[in-house]
Structure formats: C-alpha cells, structure tokens
T-cell receptor, first 113, second 117 residues
Framework: DQQVKQNSPSLSVQEGRISILNCDYT??????FLWYKKYPAEGPTFLIS?????DKNEDGRFTVFLNKSAKHLSLHIVPSQPGDSAVYFC????????????FGTGTSLTVIP | DAGITQSPRHKVTETGTPVTLRCHQT?????MYWYRQDPGHGLRLIHY???????DKGEVSDGYSVSRSKTEDFLLTLESATSSQTSVYFC????????????????FGPGTRLTVL
C-alpha cells in the first residue's frame, strides 16, 4: 500500500524552463515532507523539506509547495539546469510513525540543454 | 558529505546463502537505517536503529535481521537469501529522529547492489 505516490515516472524539460515534480500522499497524519535527489550509482541526497505548518518553502532555485487539503506537494525548479537531471524522490513522515519515512517511487527528470 | 560507507558495493550470491551487508559511519549519529530500492516501489525501510543494541522493524523487515554493537556500524543480514531480495540496499543516518520541535533529514550511503541468483 503506497502511502506516497509520484505518478509521473519521468519528465523532460528544456534548460532554463521550470520543472514541476508532483507528489501525492494518502495519510493525513503526515506532517513533514522532504525531497531527495538521486544520481545513478549514488545514494539519495537531501534537497529541501517542508513542515505541515507551512505551505511553501524556498531554497534558491528550489521551492516546495504543500497543499494539505489536497494531500499534494510539488517541487519547482527554476530555472532548470542540465545538472538537475536525476531521479527525485518525495518522502513523508508523521510523529505517529516514529522514525519511518515513506518514500514515493521517484520521478526521473531530464533537463535538455 | 556525511561519512557513510557501505560494503560490499556489489555482491552476487546464490539462493539460500547467508549475506551480511555493512554500514559504517564516522559522524557519531545516533540513528541508522537500512532501505531497499526497487523499481515501482521507491525506497522502503527494512530496519532501523536508535542506538547501540536498539533496533526496530520497518515496512519490509521479513527475511532480514540487523545488529548494532557499536555506534558506527549497522549490519544487515539476510539469513537465507532469496531472489526476491535482489535489490539495491541503502544505509542512512540521522543525528536524531523526529521530535515535537523538529525533524532531521537522513543522509544516505552510496548503496550496495545485491543480486541473488
């Protein structure tokens, strides 16, 4: 039972344009959300996070939006760069699940030069 | 980069054989985790540890055991490997687990690719 879903396995974007990666979740108790970036043959690296008390968090070119009523979050990358080409995972956690993060299946982003 | 190493990085083994994967950290972080990554499933938590000799099960713990005798080492053991355990295994660490005040992101190792024939 996948509690965190990324319904787009892949996304291609032109360099300089905006990349929007989406993530949906089913557990209304989730109160902390993260995005990880993963290059081939490497472990995931933390990108950005957001607490459920916020609806937006920004870090440079990366912005995460949270819509709690829709149980949806998105990651915006502006402007997209070829080095952003990677697999992006969203993850969620809740106090009741302790230390367990639930990850989505990932979206492979390709930024075309 | 967080000091996390995993060994071996690649392993091919046969069904029914025992396998142990090692995660070593130099950050002195309290929490350590083992995940597996499979197509169509993302990353799923196998087991985690919140201190020496303190471990708990994750989402997909069946067929796996763990041990943590030192802060820096977290071992994942497949007692009798099966083909369904062919996967990429990631170790992760975090300074603390979630608390009322804040969460802590997890830092991942480079992964171990395990193939069970």
């Amino acid at each position: 039972d996948q509690q965190v879903k990324q319904n787009s396995p892949s996304l291609s974007v032109q360099e300089g344009r905006i990349s929007i990666l989406n993530c949906d979740y089913t557990n209304s108790m989730f109160d902390y959300f993260l995005w990880y970036k993963k290059y081939p043959a490497e472990g995931p690296t933390f990108l950005i996070s957001i607490s459920s008390i916020k609806d937006k968090n920004e870090d440079g070119r990366f912005t995460v939006f949270l819509n709690k009523s829709a149980k949806h979050l998105s990651l915006h990358i502006v402007p997209s760069q070829p080095g952003d080409s990677a697999v992006y995972f969203c993850a969620a956690s809740a106090m009741e699940t302790g230390n367990q993060f639930y990850f989505g299946t990932g979206t492979s982003l390709t930024v075309i030069p | 980069d967080a000091g996390i190493t995993q060994s071996p990085r690649h392993k091919v083994t046969e069904t029914g054989t025992p396998v142990t994967l090692r995660c070593h950290q130099t950050e002195n972080h309290r929490y350590m985790y083992w995940y597996r990554q499979d197509p169509g499933h993302g990353l799923r938590l196998i087991h985690y540890s919140y201190g020496v000799k303190d471990t708990d099960k994750g989402e997909v713990s069946d067929g796996y055991s763990v041990s943590r005798s030192k802060t820096e080492d977290f071992l994942l053991t497949l007692e009798s490997a099966t083909s369904s355990q062919t996967s990429v295994y990631f170790c992760a660490i975090s300074a603390e687990g979630p608390s009322v005040a804040s969460y802590n992101e997890q830092f991942f190792g480079p992964g171990t690719r395990l193939t069970v024939l």
